[in-house]
Protein backbone atom coordinates (compact mmCIF):
# COMPACT_ATOMS: atom_id res chain seq x y z
CA UNK A 1 0.00 0.00 0.00
CA UNK A 2 1.45 3.39 -1.08
CA UNK A 3 1.70 6.39 1.76
CA UNK A 4 0.94 9.59 1.43
CA UNK A 5 4.42 10.53 1.47
CA UNK A 6 4.98 8.05 -1.79
CA UNK A 7 2.19 9.50 -3.49
CA UNK A 8 2.93 13.03 -3.37
CA UNK A 9 6.94 11.91 -4.20
CA UNK A 10 5.42 11.40 -7.71
CA UNK A 11 3.60 15.07 -7.40
CA UNK A 12 6.61 16.72 -6.57
CA UNK A 13 8.90 15.35 -9.38
CA UNK A 14 6.29 15.95 -12.21
CA UNK A 15 6.40 19.75 -10.59
CA UNK A 16 9.83 19.76 -10.96
CA UNK A 17 9.76 18.59 -14.75
CA UNK A 18 7.43 21.19 -15.31
CA UNK A 19 9.74 23.87 -13.52
CA UNK A 20 12.44 22.42 -15.94
CA UNK A 21 10.44 23.03 -19.27
CA UNK A 22 9.12 26.64 -19.10
CA UNK A 23 12.61 27.54 -19.09
CA UNK A 24 14.23 25.83 -22.45
CA UNK A 25 13.09 28.73 -24.68
CA UNK A 26 15.60 30.85 -23.52
CA UNK A 27 18.10 28.29 -24.32
CA UNK A 28 21.30 28.73 -25.74
CA UNK A 29 20.89 32.05 -24.57
CA UNK A 30 23.93 34.58 -24.03
CA UNK A 31 26.36 36.07 -20.82
CA UNK A 32 25.21 39.47 -19.98
CA UNK A 33 26.16 42.39 -17.59
CA UNK A 34 27.28 40.90 -14.59
CA UNK A 35 28.40 37.26 -16.49
CA UNK A 36 30.84 38.97 -18.18
CA UNK A 37 33.49 39.83 -15.25
CA UNK A 38 32.56 37.38 -13.11
CA UNK A 39 32.39 33.99 -15.51
CA UNK A 40 33.62 35.02 -18.83
CA UNK A 41 36.52 37.36 -18.07
CA UNK A 42 37.14 35.40 -14.52
CA UNK A 43 40.17 33.34 -15.31
CA UNK A 44 39.47 31.83 -11.35
CA UNK A 45 37.11 29.33 -12.82
CA UNK A 46 38.40 28.46 -15.68
CA UNK A 47 38.66 24.91 -14.54
CA UNK A 48 40.86 23.04 -17.40
CA UNK A 49 41.02 19.85 -15.38
CA UNK A 50 39.68 18.12 -12.95
CA UNK A 51 41.51 17.39 -10.00
CA UNK A 52 42.30 18.60 -6.12
CA UNK A 53 44.44 21.00 -7.43
CA UNK A 54 42.67 22.83 -9.37
CA UNK A 55 39.41 22.51 -7.32
CA UNK A 56 41.44 24.23 -4.19
CA UNK A 57 42.71 27.21 -6.85
CA UNK A 58 39.45 28.04 -7.83
CA UNK A 59 38.07 27.69 -4.06
CA UNK A 60 40.05 30.11 -3.05
CA UNK A 61 40.44 32.91 -5.36
CA UNK A 62 39.47 36.22 -4.80
CA UNK A 63 36.31 36.80 -6.62
CA UNK A 64 34.81 40.33 -7.75
CA UNK A 65 30.92 39.34 -6.46
CA UNK A 66 32.03 38.38 -2.45
CA UNK A 67 34.63 35.42 -1.12
CA UNK A 68 31.99 34.16 0.86
CA UNK A 69 29.88 32.44 -2.32
CA UNK A 70 32.18 29.30 -2.78
CA UNK A 71 29.57 27.14 -3.65
CA UNK A 72 27.96 29.09 -6.68
CA UNK A 73 32.04 29.80 -7.71
CA UNK A 74 33.09 25.82 -7.74
CA UNK A 75 29.70 25.13 -9.77
CA UNK A 76 30.76 27.99 -12.47
CA UNK A 77 34.16 26.58 -12.45
CA UNK A 78 32.79 22.99 -13.25
CA UNK A 79 30.38 24.23 -15.62
CA UNK A 80 33.34 25.38 -17.16
CA UNK A 81 35.17 22.60 -17.46
CA UNK A 82 32.15 20.30 -18.24
CA UNK A 83 31.74 22.82 -21.20
CA UNK A 84 35.05 23.08 -22.42
CA UNK A 85 34.71 26.47 -21.87
CA UNK A 86 32.31 29.85 -21.24
CA UNK A 87 29.60 28.17 -22.88
CA UNK A 88 26.73 29.82 -22.26
CA UNK A 89 23.83 26.86 -22.78
CA UNK A 90 25.60 24.58 -20.41
CA UNK A 91 25.53 27.02 -17.46
CA UNK A 92 21.98 28.01 -18.07
CA UNK A 93 21.20 24.53 -18.01
CA UNK A 94 22.89 23.86 -14.61
CA UNK A 95 20.76 26.79 -13.45
CA UNK A 96 17.51 25.21 -14.86
CA UNK A 97 18.24 21.72 -13.06
CA UNK A 98 18.37 24.14 -9.74
CA UNK A 99 15.38 25.40 -10.25
CA UNK A 100 13.52 22.32 -10.74
CA UNK A 101 15.23 20.79 -7.77
CA UNK A 102 13.97 23.73 -5.43
CA UNK A 103 10.34 23.66 -6.95
CA UNK A 104 10.69 19.82 -6.02
CA UNK A 105 12.09 20.79 -2.62
CA UNK A 106 9.40 23.41 -2.28
CA UNK A 107 6.68 21.01 -2.63
CA UNK A 108 7.35 19.27 0.43
CA UNK A 109 7.71 22.37 2.22
CA UNK A 110 4.64 23.76 1.13
CA UNK A 111 3.22 20.20 2.20
CA UNK A 112 4.45 20.33 5.79
CA UNK A 113 3.03 23.88 5.91
CA UNK A 114 0.03 23.22 4.87
CA UNK A 115 -0.40 20.09 7.11
CA UNK A 116 0.65 21.94 10.08
CA UNK A 117 -2.28 24.11 9.67
CA UNK A 118 -4.79 21.61 9.56
CA UNK A 119 -5.65 20.93 5.86
CA UNK A 120 -6.14 17.00 4.75
CA UNK A 121 -3.47 15.21 3.60
CA UNK A 122 -5.37 14.64 0.07
CA UNK A 123 -5.78 18.62 -0.55
CA UNK A 124 -2.65 19.38 0.52
CA UNK A 125 -1.02 17.05 -1.52
CA UNK A 126 -2.37 18.80 -5.01
CA UNK A 127 -2.48 22.31 -2.99
CA UNK A 128 1.05 21.86 -2.47
CA UNK A 129 1.66 20.79 -5.88
CA UNK A 130 0.03 23.87 -7.43
CA UNK A 131 1.65 26.08 -4.54
CA UNK A 132 5.41 24.86 -5.75
CA UNK A 133 4.44 24.95 -9.77
CA UNK A 134 3.38 29.10 -9.17
CA UNK A 135 6.41 29.83 -7.27
CA UNK A 136 8.67 27.78 -10.09
CA UNK A 137 7.23 28.90 -13.60
CA UNK A 138 6.04 32.65 -12.19
CA UNK A 139 7.45 34.91 -15.19
CA UNK A 140 9.47 36.63 -12.43
CA UNK A 141 11.67 34.13 -12.22
CA UNK A 142 13.36 34.22 -15.66
CA UNK A 143 15.56 36.66 -14.78
CA UNK A 144 16.78 34.99 -11.90
CA UNK A 145 17.05 31.44 -14.03
CA UNK A 146 18.35 32.39 -17.20
CA UNK A 147 20.80 35.11 -15.90
CA UNK A 148 23.68 33.05 -14.83
CA UNK A 149 25.27 34.65 -12.36
CA UNK A 150 22.59 34.74 -10.16
CA UNK A 151 23.13 31.05 -9.47
CA UNK A 152 24.26 32.14 -6.19
CA UNK A 153 21.05 33.79 -5.51
CA UNK A 154 19.30 30.13 -7.01
CA UNK A 155 21.46 27.92 -5.14
CA UNK A 156 20.99 30.03 -1.85
CA UNK A 157 16.96 29.61 -1.99
CA UNK A 158 17.57 25.76 -2.42
CA UNK A 159 19.39 25.05 0.42
CA UNK A 160 17.24 27.65 2.40
CA UNK A 161 14.03 26.12 1.39
CA UNK A 162 15.81 22.81 2.85
CA UNK A 163 17.06 24.00 6.03
CA UNK A 164 13.14 25.64 6.61
CA UNK A 165 12.29 21.91 5.78
CA UNK A 166 14.49 20.26 8.30
CA UNK A 167 13.71 23.10 10.92
CA UNK A 168 9.94 22.17 10.43
CA UNK A 169 10.95 18.91 10.74
CA UNK A 170 12.66 19.17 14.10
CA UNK A 171 9.78 21.59 15.34
CA UNK A 172 7.50 18.82 14.41
CA UNK A 173 9.40 16.02 16.57
CA UNK A 174 9.31 18.70 19.42
CA UNK A 175 5.73 19.01 19.48
CA UNK A 176 5.04 15.24 19.55
CA UNK A 177 7.58 14.75 22.08
CA UNK A 178 10.43 13.39 20.22
CA UNK A 179 14.09 14.42 19.70
CA UNK A 180 14.74 16.99 17.38
CA UNK A 181 18.43 17.29 17.93
CA UNK A 182 19.51 15.55 14.44
CA UNK A 183 17.12 17.77 12.42
CA UNK A 184 17.99 20.89 14.30
CA UNK A 185 21.75 20.04 13.35
CA UNK A 186 20.76 19.82 9.76
CA UNK A 187 19.31 22.76 9.58
CA UNK A 188 22.69 24.14 11.08
CA UNK A 189 23.90 22.73 8.41
CA UNK A 190 22.18 23.39 5.78
CA UNK A 191 22.22 27.13 6.86
CA UNK A 192 25.86 27.49 6.41
CA UNK A 193 25.94 26.19 2.81
CA UNK A 194 23.14 28.94 2.10
CA UNK A 195 25.35 31.24 3.25
CA UNK A 196 28.32 30.10 1.21
CA UNK A 197 26.08 30.68 -2.13
CA UNK A 198 24.83 33.92 -0.72
CA UNK A 199 25.34 36.43 2.26
CA UNK A 200 21.47 37.48 2.74
CA UNK A 201 20.90 33.73 3.46
CA UNK A 202 21.58 35.07 6.71
CA UNK A 203 17.88 35.65 7.28
CA UNK A 204 17.15 32.39 8.13
CA UNK A 205 16.24 32.99 11.60
CA UNK A 206 13.95 35.54 10.67
CA UNK A 207 12.02 33.18 8.37
CA UNK A 208 11.96 30.15 11.59
CA UNK A 209 10.68 33.47 13.25
CA UNK A 210 7.83 33.68 10.67
CA UNK A 211 7.18 30.46 11.29
CA UNK A 212 6.92 30.63 15.17
CA UNK A 213 4.84 33.43 14.78
CA UNK A 214 2.55 31.94 12.63
CA UNK A 215 1.79 28.31 12.36
CA UNK A 216 4.06 26.59 14.95
CA UNK A 217 3.12 29.57 17.45
CA UNK A 218 6.38 28.29 19.96
CA UNK A 219 4.42 24.80 21.02
CA UNK A 220 6.38 21.84 22.58
CA UNK A 221 4.67 18.69 24.05
CA UNK A 222 7.97 19.90 27.14
CA UNK A 223 6.83 23.12 27.86
CA UNK A 224 10.08 23.76 28.94
CA UNK A 225 11.46 23.73 25.53
CA UNK A 226 8.41 26.35 24.58
CA UNK A 227 9.89 28.65 27.22
CA UNK A 228 13.50 28.12 25.76
CA UNK A 229 11.78 29.05 22.10
CA UNK A 230 10.37 32.28 23.45
CA UNK A 231 13.29 33.59 25.71
CA UNK A 232 15.72 32.55 22.75
CA UNK A 233 13.62 34.22 20.03
CA UNK A 234 13.28 37.36 22.09
CA UNK A 235 16.82 37.08 23.03
CA UNK A 236 17.99 37.01 19.66
CA UNK A 237 15.22 39.63 18.71
CA UNK A 238 16.73 42.18 20.80
CA UNK A 239 20.14 41.42 19.67
CA UNK A 240 19.58 41.49 16.11
CA UNK A 241 17.61 44.96 16.55
CA UNK A 242 20.64 46.43 18.69
CA UNK A 243 22.83 45.20 16.49
CA UNK A 244 21.03 46.81 13.11
CA UNK A 245 20.68 50.21 14.77
CA UNK A 246 24.25 50.39 16.37
CA UNK A 247 26.09 48.63 14.23
CA UNK A 248 24.84 48.40 10.57
CA UNK A 249 22.97 51.83 10.27
CA UNK A 250 26.11 53.85 11.69
CA UNK A 251 28.38 51.96 9.35
CA UNK A 252 26.24 52.13 5.91
CA UNK A 253 24.44 55.37 6.22
CA UNK A 254 25.08 58.30 3.94
CA UNK A 255 22.98 61.14 4.07
CA UNK A 256 24.88 62.31 1.09
CA UNK A 257 25.05 59.89 -2.13
CA UNK A 258 26.58 56.86 -1.58
CA UNK A 259 29.57 56.41 -3.79
CA UNK A 260 29.04 55.49 -7.81
CA UNK A 261 25.07 56.46 -6.62
CA UNK A 262 22.87 59.52 -7.21
CA UNK A 263 20.66 58.89 -3.65
CA UNK A 264 21.35 58.79 -0.26
CA UNK A 265 20.39 56.50 2.63
CA UNK A 266 16.81 57.98 3.09
CA UNK A 267 16.30 58.61 -0.40
CA UNK A 268 17.19 54.76 -1.16
CA UNK A 269 14.67 53.46 1.95
CA UNK A 270 11.79 55.79 0.67
CA UNK A 271 12.41 54.54 -2.86
CA UNK A 272 12.31 50.94 -1.51
CA UNK A 273 8.29 51.33 -1.01
CA UNK A 274 7.90 52.17 -4.63
CA UNK A 275 10.02 49.34 -5.08
CA UNK A 276 8.22 46.99 -2.68
CA UNK A 277 5.29 47.70 -4.27
CA UNK A 278 6.36 47.40 -7.88
CA UNK A 279 7.08 43.94 -7.16
CA UNK A 280 3.91 42.79 -5.37
CA UNK A 281 2.15 44.80 -8.85
CA UNK A 282 4.32 42.12 -10.97
CA UNK A 283 3.97 39.39 -8.98
CA UNK A 284 0.08 39.83 -8.89
CA UNK A 285 -0.11 40.53 -12.51
CA UNK A 286 2.97 38.73 -13.99
CA UNK A 287 2.72 40.26 -17.78
CA UNK A 288 6.33 39.92 -19.43
CA UNK A 289 5.87 43.67 -20.70
CA UNK A 290 5.76 44.52 -16.49
CA UNK A 291 9.50 42.86 -16.34
CA UNK A 292 11.96 45.19 -18.16
CA UNK A 293 15.21 43.18 -15.96
CA UNK A 294 17.18 46.56 -16.61
CA UNK A 295 16.03 49.14 -13.51
CA UNK A 296 18.61 51.70 -14.11
CA UNK A 297 15.84 54.31 -15.54
CA UNK A 298 14.39 53.80 -11.96
CA UNK A 299 13.83 57.54 -10.01
CA UNK A 300 14.86 57.58 -6.53
CA UNK A 301 12.51 59.46 -4.19
CA UNK A 302 13.69 62.54 -3.36
CA UNK A 303 10.85 62.93 -0.37
CA UNK A 304 7.21 61.65 1.02
CA UNK A 305 5.94 63.18 -1.97
CA UNK A 306 8.44 63.12 -4.45
CA UNK A 307 7.01 61.73 -6.48
CA UNK A 308 3.54 61.70 -4.78
CA UNK A 309 3.59 57.55 -4.87
CA UNK A 310 6.13 57.42 -2.11
CA UNK A 311 3.72 58.32 0.65
CA UNK A 312 0.73 55.74 -0.35
CA UNK A 313 3.08 52.89 -1.05
CA UNK A 314 4.47 53.28 2.59
CA UNK A 315 0.73 53.41 3.86
CA UNK A 316 0.25 50.63 1.49
CA UNK A 317 2.86 48.27 2.84
CA UNK A 318 1.84 49.01 6.41
CA UNK A 319 -1.70 48.08 6.31
CA UNK A 320 -0.60 45.28 4.84
CA UNK A 321 1.94 43.89 7.43
CA UNK A 322 -0.89 45.37 9.75
CA UNK A 323 -3.16 42.80 8.68
CA UNK A 324 -1.33 40.08 8.11
CA UNK A 325 -0.20 40.25 12.15
CA UNK A 326 -3.73 40.90 12.87
CA UNK A 327 -4.45 37.08 10.88
CA UNK A 328 -1.19 35.53 12.35
CA UNK A 329 -4.04 33.39 14.32
CA UNK A 330 -6.89 33.24 11.89
CA UNK A 331 -5.28 32.98 8.70
CA UNK A 332 -1.68 31.62 9.74
CA UNK A 333 -0.49 30.86 6.18
CA UNK A 334 -1.55 34.31 4.84
CA UNK A 335 0.39 36.21 7.54
CA UNK A 336 3.45 33.63 7.31
CA UNK A 337 3.62 34.97 3.04
CA UNK A 338 3.52 37.92 4.31
CA UNK A 339 6.28 37.88 6.82
CA UNK A 340 8.20 35.27 4.61
CA UNK A 341 8.34 38.11 1.65
CA UNK A 342 9.17 41.30 3.88
CA UNK A 343 11.80 39.51 5.69
CA UNK A 344 13.29 38.51 2.21
CA UNK A 345 13.73 42.02 1.20
CA UNK A 346 15.10 43.01 4.31
CA UNK A 347 18.70 43.36 3.34
CA UNK A 348 17.87 44.27 -0.11
CA UNK A 349 15.69 47.20 0.94
CA UNK A 350 17.66 49.22 3.55
CA UNK A 351 20.36 50.73 4.04
CA UNK A 352 23.31 49.32 2.37
CA UNK A 353 23.90 51.11 -0.89
CA UNK A 354 22.71 48.41 -3.29
CA UNK A 355 21.16 49.49 -6.35
CA UNK A 356 17.39 49.99 -6.65
CA UNK A 357 15.97 47.25 -7.58
CA UNK A 358 16.57 43.88 -8.97
CA UNK A 359 14.41 40.91 -9.85
CA UNK A 360 16.77 38.71 -8.30
CA UNK A 361 15.60 39.82 -5.28
CA UNK A 362 12.36 38.14 -5.33
CA UNK A 363 13.70 34.55 -6.15
CA UNK A 364 12.65 33.62 -2.26
CA UNK A 365 10.59 36.25 -1.71
CA UNK A 366 8.13 34.87 -4.27
CA UNK A 367 7.77 32.05 -1.85
CA UNK A 368 6.27 34.02 0.54
CA UNK A 369 4.18 36.03 -1.77
CA UNK A 370 2.73 32.44 -3.57
CA UNK A 371 1.50 31.07 -0.37
CA UNK A 372 0.04 34.69 0.88
CA UNK A 373 -1.78 34.85 -2.48
CA UNK A 374 -2.72 30.79 -2.20
CA UNK A 375 -4.11 31.66 0.84
CA UNK A 376 -6.26 34.16 0.44
CA UNK A 377 -7.60 32.74 -2.94
CA UNK A 378 -8.29 29.48 -0.82
CA UNK A 379 -10.12 31.41 1.16
CA UNK A 380 -12.08 33.64 -1.33
CA UNK A 381 -13.07 30.13 -2.56
CA UNK A 382 -14.65 28.94 0.99
CA UNK A 383 -16.56 32.24 1.46
CA UNK A 384 -18.05 31.95 -1.87
CA UNK A 385 -18.65 28.48 -1.86
CA UNK A 386 -17.04 27.42 -5.04
CA UNK A 387 -17.45 24.01 -6.05
CA UNK A 388 -13.95 21.98 -5.70
CA UNK A 389 -13.74 21.28 -8.98
CA UNK A 390 -14.18 24.98 -10.24
CA UNK A 391 -11.47 25.76 -7.80
CA UNK A 392 -9.40 22.83 -9.73
CA UNK A 393 -10.04 24.50 -12.75
CA UNK A 394 -9.60 28.13 -12.03
CA UNK A 395 -6.05 27.21 -10.57
CA UNK A 396 -5.08 25.26 -13.71
CA UNK A 397 -5.70 27.69 -15.73
CA UNK A 398 -3.89 29.89 -13.42
CA UNK A 399 -0.92 27.66 -13.71
CA UNK A 400 -1.19 26.99 -17.58
CA UNK A 401 -1.10 30.98 -17.70
CA UNK A 402 1.55 31.60 -15.47
CA UNK A 403 3.66 29.04 -17.73
CA UNK A 404 2.75 30.43 -20.97
CA UNK A 405 4.03 33.90 -20.12
CA UNK A 406 7.43 32.12 -18.33
CA UNK A 407 8.03 30.59 -21.51
CA UNK A 408 7.36 33.63 -23.48
CA UNK A 409 9.42 35.47 -21.63
CA UNK A 410 12.33 32.87 -21.49
CA UNK A 411 12.15 33.15 -25.55
CA UNK A 412 13.36 36.58 -25.04
CA UNK A 413 16.41 35.51 -23.13
CA UNK A 414 17.55 33.09 -25.92
CA UNK A 415 20.46 35.34 -27.70
CA UNK A 416 21.63 38.41 -26.14
CA UNK A 417 19.67 40.67 -29.32
CA UNK A 418 16.50 39.32 -28.47
CA UNK A 419 16.89 40.60 -24.82
CA UNK A 420 18.03 43.40 -26.27
CA UNK A 421 15.10 44.42 -28.43
CA UNK A 422 12.90 43.25 -25.97
CA UNK A 423 14.90 45.25 -23.23
CA UNK A 424 14.11 48.50 -24.88
CA UNK A 425 10.05 48.25 -26.02
CA UNK A 426 9.48 47.16 -22.24
CA UNK A 427 12.06 49.76 -21.05
CA UNK A 428 12.89 52.58 -23.25
CA UNK A 429 14.69 54.92 -20.82
CA UNK A 430 17.25 52.17 -19.77
CA UNK A 431 20.50 52.97 -20.98
CA UNK A 432 22.03 49.18 -19.95
CA UNK A 433 19.20 48.00 -22.45
CA UNK A 434 20.21 50.60 -25.44
CA UNK A 435 23.73 50.20 -24.79
CA UNK A 436 22.93 46.21 -25.23
CA UNK A 437 21.32 46.75 -28.46
CA UNK A 438 23.86 49.11 -29.61
CA UNK A 439 26.82 46.77 -28.98
CA UNK A 440 24.83 43.93 -29.94
CA UNK A 441 24.18 45.16 -33.16
CA UNK A 442 27.90 46.40 -32.95
CA UNK A 443 29.60 43.20 -32.34
CA UNK A 444 27.43 41.20 -34.72
CA UNK A 445 28.59 42.85 -37.90
CA UNK A 446 32.03 42.10 -36.79
CA UNK A 447 33.13 44.81 -34.25
CA UNK A 448 35.87 47.43 -35.02
CA UNK A 449 35.76 46.62 -38.96
CA UNK A 450 35.43 48.28 -42.06
CA UNK A 451 32.31 47.69 -44.09
CA UNK A 452 30.48 46.63 -40.68
CA UNK A 453 27.20 45.47 -42.08
CA UNK A 454 25.04 46.56 -38.97
CA UNK A 455 26.76 49.60 -38.32
CA UNK A 456 24.27 52.01 -39.32
CA UNK A 457 21.76 49.57 -37.25
CA UNK A 458 24.22 50.12 -34.03
CA UNK A 459 24.01 54.19 -34.39
CA UNK A 460 20.41 54.20 -34.39
CA UNK A 461 19.69 52.12 -31.43
CA UNK A 462 23.04 54.31 -29.65
CA UNK A 463 21.25 57.41 -30.78
CA UNK A 464 18.26 56.78 -29.14
CA UNK A 465 20.19 55.43 -25.87
CA UNK A 466 21.96 58.60 -25.51
CA UNK A 467 18.08 60.68 -26.04
CA UNK A 468 16.44 58.55 -24.03
CA UNK A 469 18.50 57.83 -21.05
CA UNK A 470 20.21 61.47 -20.66
CA UNK A 471 21.69 60.34 -17.54
CA UNK A 472 23.83 57.78 -18.83
CA UNK A 473 27.30 58.48 -20.32
CA UNK A 474 27.61 54.96 -22.25
CA UNK A 475 25.29 55.45 -25.25
CA UNK A 476 27.01 58.78 -26.74
CA UNK A 477 30.62 57.35 -25.84
CA UNK A 478 29.93 54.47 -27.82
CA UNK A 479 28.38 56.69 -30.85
CA UNK A 480 31.20 58.76 -31.24
CA UNK A 481 33.31 55.23 -31.63
CA UNK A 482 30.68 54.54 -34.22
CA UNK A 483 30.19 57.60 -36.28
CA UNK A 484 34.02 57.93 -36.03
CA UNK A 485 34.14 54.22 -37.81
CA UNK A 486 31.72 55.18 -40.09
CA UNK A 487 33.74 58.35 -40.80
CA UNK A 488 30.84 60.82 -40.00
CA UNK A 489 31.67 61.98 -36.69
CA UNK A 490 31.23 65.80 -36.07
CA UNK A 491 32.98 68.36 -33.58
CA UNK A 492 29.51 68.70 -32.15
CA UNK A 493 29.24 64.66 -31.36
CA UNK A 494 32.41 65.17 -28.83
CA UNK A 495 30.83 68.66 -27.78
CA UNK A 496 27.95 66.51 -26.85
CA UNK A 497 30.00 63.83 -25.07
CA UNK A 498 31.86 66.70 -23.24
CA UNK A 499 28.83 68.58 -22.46
CA UNK A 500 27.15 64.97 -20.89
CA UNK A 501 30.61 64.40 -19.00
CA UNK A 502 30.26 67.62 -17.05
CA UNK A 503 26.45 67.15 -16.10
CA UNK A 504 25.76 63.71 -14.99
CA UNK A 505 26.00 62.26 -11.55
CA UNK A 506 29.09 59.60 -11.77
CA UNK A 507 27.28 56.22 -11.20
CA UNK A 508 29.50 53.26 -11.58
CA UNK A 509 28.07 52.81 -14.92
CA UNK A 510 29.20 56.71 -16.17
CA UNK A 511 32.45 55.54 -14.19
CA UNK A 512 33.35 52.68 -16.57
CA UNK A 513 31.84 54.45 -19.48
CA UNK A 514 35.21 55.34 -20.65
CA UNK A 515 36.46 52.02 -21.02
CA UNK A 516 34.74 52.73 -24.35
CA UNK A 517 36.49 54.61 -25.56
CA UNK A 518 40.28 53.00 -24.82
CA UNK A 519 38.91 49.82 -25.75
CA UNK A 520 37.98 50.69 -29.42
CA UNK A 521 41.30 52.92 -29.39
CA UNK A 522 42.92 49.46 -28.97
CA UNK A 523 41.04 47.40 -31.69
CA UNK A 524 42.17 50.20 -34.22
CA UNK A 525 39.12 52.80 -34.47
CA UNK A 526 40.85 56.35 -35.25
CA UNK A 527 39.30 58.21 -32.41
CA UNK A 528 40.12 62.36 -31.92
CA UNK A 529 43.07 62.36 -29.37
CA UNK A 530 42.39 65.86 -28.45
CA UNK A 531 38.53 64.51 -27.92
CA UNK A 532 39.66 61.36 -25.78
CA UNK A 533 42.31 63.67 -23.19
CA UNK A 534 39.79 66.15 -23.06
CA UNK A 535 37.20 63.35 -21.74
CA UNK A 536 39.26 61.50 -19.75
CA UNK A 537 40.14 64.43 -17.80
CA UNK A 538 37.26 65.92 -17.36
CA UNK A 539 36.37 62.18 -15.90
CA UNK A 540 38.99 62.55 -13.41
CA UNK A 541 38.09 66.06 -12.21
CA UNK A 542 34.75 64.65 -11.69
CA UNK A 543 34.48 60.63 -10.66
CA UNK A 544 36.00 59.10 -7.53
CA UNK A 545 38.05 56.78 -9.55
CA UNK A 546 39.55 53.55 -7.94
CA UNK A 547 42.99 52.72 -8.19
CA UNK A 548 42.79 50.16 -10.75
CA UNK A 549 40.83 52.39 -12.32
CA UNK A 550 43.22 55.48 -12.77
CA UNK A 551 45.75 53.38 -13.76
CA UNK A 552 43.87 51.73 -16.66
CA UNK A 553 43.55 55.48 -17.83
CA UNK A 554 46.61 55.96 -17.27
CA UNK A 555 49.17 53.67 -19.30
CA UNK A 556 46.35 54.60 -22.17
CA UNK A 557 47.77 57.71 -22.20
CA UNK A 558 51.14 57.17 -21.47
CA UNK A 559 51.56 53.87 -23.88
CA UNK A 560 48.63 54.37 -26.35
CA UNK A 561 47.90 58.10 -27.18
CA UNK A 562 51.86 58.56 -26.23
CA UNK A 563 51.31 61.65 -23.95
CA UNK A 564 52.90 60.79 -20.59
CA UNK A 565 53.01 64.31 -19.64
CA UNK A 566 48.90 64.16 -19.50
CA UNK A 567 48.85 60.86 -17.59
CA UNK A 568 50.87 62.06 -14.87
CA UNK A 569 48.17 63.38 -12.79
CA UNK A 570 46.16 60.00 -13.30
CA UNK A 571 49.04 58.46 -11.82
CA UNK A 572 49.57 60.46 -9.52
CA UNK A 573 46.29 59.96 -8.15
CA UNK A 574 46.23 56.44 -8.41
CA UNK A 575 49.61 56.22 -6.10
CA UNK A 576 47.51 58.26 -3.34
CA UNK A 577 44.90 56.04 -3.29
CA UNK A 578 47.33 53.09 -3.25
CA UNK A 579 49.01 51.83 0.45
CA UNK A 580 51.89 53.32 1.31
CA UNK A 581 54.71 50.68 0.68
CA UNK A 582 52.58 49.13 -2.70
CA UNK A 583 54.90 48.21 -5.00
CA UNK A 584 53.41 50.46 -8.02
CA UNK A 585 55.14 54.00 -7.50
CA UNK A 586 58.97 51.68 -8.42
CA UNK A 587 57.23 50.34 -10.88
CA UNK A 588 55.85 52.96 -13.06
CA UNK A 589 58.90 54.63 -12.73
CA UNK A 590 60.97 52.23 -14.36
CA UNK A 591 58.80 52.07 -16.83
CA UNK A 592 59.04 56.47 -17.39
CA UNK A 593 62.81 55.81 -17.61
CA UNK A 594 62.69 52.90 -19.76
CA UNK A 595 60.42 55.37 -22.02
CA UNK A 596 63.38 58.17 -21.98
CA UNK A 597 61.36 60.33 -19.07
CA UNK A 598 64.02 60.53 -16.14
CA UNK A 599 62.00 63.74 -15.27
CA UNK A 600 58.44 61.76 -14.30
CA UNK A 601 60.05 59.26 -13.00
CA UNK A 602 61.95 61.48 -10.08
CA UNK A 603 58.65 62.88 -9.73
CA UNK A 604 57.06 59.27 -9.61
CA UNK A 605 59.60 58.41 -7.28
CA UNK A 606 59.59 61.73 -4.59
CA UNK A 607 55.54 61.21 -4.82
CA UNK A 608 56.27 57.18 -3.09
CA UNK A 609 59.19 58.53 -0.66
CA UNK A 610 56.69 61.46 0.83
CA UNK A 611 53.89 58.34 0.66
CA UNK A 612 55.98 55.81 2.75
CA UNK A 613 57.58 58.73 5.25
CA UNK A 614 53.67 59.86 6.34
CA UNK A 615 53.43 60.03 9.93
CA UNK A 616 51.92 56.77 11.73
CA UNK A 617 52.16 54.44 8.42
CA UNK A 618 55.64 53.30 8.35
CA UNK A 619 55.85 49.52 8.57
CA UNK A 620 51.87 49.30 7.25
Known amino acids: MRTPASRFLLVSLIVALLAG ?7 PGDFVFDDIP ?4 NEAIQLKTLDADALLRTIAAPQLSGNMRTLPTLSFALDFWRGG ?7 KATNIVLQALTACVLAWLFRSLLLIAGVREEQARWQAGALALAWAVHPLQVSSVLYVVQRMQTMSTLFVVLALLAYLKARRAQIDGRPARTAMLTTFFLWVLAMGCKEDAVLLPAYTLALELTVLRFQAADMRTSGILRRGYMIATLAGTAAYLFVVVPHFWQWDAYPGRDFSTWERLLTQARVLCMYGWQILLPMPQHMPFYYDWLEPSR ?11 IA ?18 FALGVFLFFSAHFIASNVVGLELAFEHRNHFALVGAVLAIGSALAGAGERLRIRRSAQAALCAALLLALGGADALRAHDWRSRMALAEASTKIAPHSARAWILLCAGRYEAGGGAVGGNPFLDEAIDACSKGAQLAPYALNNPMLLVVLKTLRGDVEPQDWARLQHRIETVDMSLDNRRAPLILTHNAREGVKLDKQGMLKALST ?33 IQAIEAVPPYDPFPAQLAAELRAKGRPDLAATIEQLGTARRGLPGEAGN
Open 38 to 41: NIVN
Open 316 to 333: ALAALLAVAWRLRVRRPL
Open 85 to 91: GADPAVF
Open 539 to 571: LLRRAPLKPFELASISYFIMNDLGEPDTALPFF
Open 21 to 27: IVFAPGL
Open 303 to 313: GLLQPWTTLPA
